[in-house]
């Protein structure tokens, strides 16, 4: 990776920090993207100063988005970036980075993902600057990939220099075991989990039990809507659900042909990125259904069930992580639409009362990814 020589920095410490994030995407539908925003506005509210870079590459979408933009307040700048493999691996302009993060002058550097080449470039911030390095995981195990990119992840994985960053920040407790295995073993001091977080404004007001069935999220065959589809097909008492979110054209089509063969309604909406609005769009709705193939730690999901939704899930590692199944909400097996549909008609036939101690232990379960507990963690980590 080209990054140019600058001579390491020696400088006096401001009074105000500075953080610089980096990550593959700060636009279009990422949820890595919204993790690095939300945190980042955090930051800024306790008195850091932030700033982040990223491609110029729109997720989700051909286009480019602009090269430097202020989001809330949060400068964002972006560089030329190509695709190199995969979705999401891409190597930017660093040369034309380096120089903006020399004038920036970072006291500390998040990159988030560790497999990909700007992880890389947050070590070479590290030696020129001498501030910390951290790397935020984004659990990228357990997934499914073709031989080749399996082979280049396992080449990835023995060879990666992760080891060297400050702190390792995983966001799941069903990715520990993988990551200390990582550049032949991590040393456990060196690894912080926190997970994803969600702002106050999810658990203030009284929830509402809502009605119908409501999939917020990206629309990417990786979602197994086909599932949640056919779930409805299988129900005998629910036959439509709001669809909210944007993805591939050709997966919408997929979506229009299924409502047509399967006789069912698909409510579709687009996607949805203000607070208040995703809120309404949950309070609205009795049943959040989050039928994916995988899942990491998925912030839709926590976000229902702080709103006191009641929750179907299939059983991908981040949603068993987040719901015990018949207590704060239900697990499906991944692909199983007769399951899906038979909870729907339990749930429909299911007493208030234990729906509502349903909304209520969801709700609990929740406050674990309140931001507040979330910064907390994070600032036991720069204190160190």
């Not at 590290?126 to 195990?141: D, I, L, Q, R, S």
């Not at 339990?346 to 931001?371: F, L, N, T, V």
Request: charged residues 30%.
């Amino acid at each position: 990776m080209a990054t140019g020589k600058i001579k390491k920095i020696q400088r006096p410490r401001t009074k105000k920090i500075k953080i610089l994030q980096l990550l593959g995407y700060s636009s279009g539908a990422s949820g890595v993207w919204q993790r690095c925003k939300d945190e980042s506005l955090e930051f800024m509210k306790r008195g850091y100063e932030v700033m982040v870079m990223s491609s110029d590459l729109i997720k989700g979408s051909d286009e480019k988005a602009k090269h430097f933009e202020v989001i809330e307040g949060l400068p964002v700048k972006r560089y030329k970036s190509r695709k190199i493999g995969g979705e999401s691996f891409m190597q930017w302009d660093y040369i034309s980075a380096l120089n903006d993060a020399h004038d920036y002058e970072p006291d500390i550097v998040i990159a988030h993902n560790f497999r990909h080449t700007h992880a890389k470039f947050a070590l070479k911030l590290k030696e020129t600057f001498g501030c910390k390095a951290y790397v935020v995981t984004h659990a990228p195990f357990k997934r499914k990939r073709k031989l080749l990119a399996s082979i280049a992840v396992a080449l990835q994985n023995e060879t990666t220099k992760i080891a060297q960053f400050d702190r390792i920040i995983p966001i799941c407790k069903w990715e520990m075991s993988d990551l200390k295995k990582l550049g032949g073993g991590i040393p456990n001091q060196k690894i912080k989990r926190i997970p994803n977080a969600i702002g106050a404004r999810y658990f203030t007001n009284d929830t509402k039990p809502g009605d119908g069935i409501l999939f917020l999220g990206r629309l990417h065959p990786v979602k197994d809507i086909r599932t949640l589809t056919n779930g409805l097909n299988a129900s005998k008492r629910y036959n439509k659900a709001t669809i909210v979110g944007d993805g591939d054209d050709s997966y919408k089509a997929d979506m229009d042909f299924w409502e047509r063969a399967q006789r069912i309604v698909l409510l579709k909406k687009g996607p949805v990125y203000d607070v208040e609005k995703k809120i309404q769009i949950i309070d609205d709705h009795e049943i959040f259904v989050l039928p994916s193939l995988m899942e990491a730690m998925p912030i839709s999901l926590i976000e229902a069930m702080a709103r006191g939704k009641i929750v179907v899930a299939t059983r991908t590692e981040g949603a068993k992580e987040l719901i015990k199944d018949e207590v704060n909400g239900f697990l499906v097996d991944i692909g199983d639409s007769e399951e899906m549909g038979d909870i729907f008609d339990r749930i429909y036939e299911m007493p208030e009362e234990k729906k509502q101690k349903i909304r209520e232990a969801a709700r609990e379960s929740a406050k674990e990814y309140k931001m507040e507990k979330i910064m907390e963690r994070w600032e036991s980590v720069f204190n160190k």
